[in-house]
């Protein structure tokens, strides 16, 4: 639950800026807010990334408890190939 706090810390640090750029057209104020979405998107990408690890490290402790091996997905044949027509020679100009 710490990133949690972290992610609505970093969004309420921002509500200022966000006011002072939209309200009072302050330029400073944009770029601040830039700077922090910026970081907010890292911010983002690591609690993605921590989220699916662990969530993989979970479901990869309760498959061998289990024993039994999930089965492949069966693989789509492959869509025929269209037949292209046949390339035109261009005649050579003499």
Same mark, same amino acid.
């Given at each position: 639950?710490?990133?949690?706090?972290?992610?609505k +810390?970093?969004?309420?640090?921002?509500? +200022? +800026?966000? =006011? $002072?750029?939209?309200d /009072?057209?302050? %330029?400073?104020?944009?770029?601040? #807010?830039?700077k922090?979405?910026?970081?907010? $998107?890292?911010?983002?990408?690591?609690?993605?990334?921590? #989220?699916? !690890?662990? @969530? !993989?490290? =979970? %479901?990869?402790?309760?498959?061998?408890?289990?024993? *039994? @091996? /999930?089965?492949?997905?069966? /693989? $789509?044949?492959?869509?025929?190939?269209? @037949? *292209?027509?046949?390339?035109?020679?261009? %005649?050579?100009? @003499?």
């Amino acid at each position: 639950m710490n990133n949690f706090s972290k992610l609505k +810390d970093l969004v309420m640090s921002l509500e +200022d +800026d966000f =006011s $002072k750029f939209y309200d /009072k057209q302050n %330029a400073a104020a944009g770029t601040r #807010v830039r700077k922090g979405m910026q970081e907010l $998107k890292t911010m983002a990408q690591a609690f993605r990334t921590e #989220v699916q !690890n662990t @969530k !993989n490290a =979970s %479901a990869g402790a309760a498959a061998p408890a289990a024993g *039994a @091996k /999930k089965a492949a997905p069966a /693989k $789509k044949a492959a869509p025929a190939a269209a @037949k *292209a027509a046949p390339a035109k020679k261009a %005649a050579a100009k @003499k």
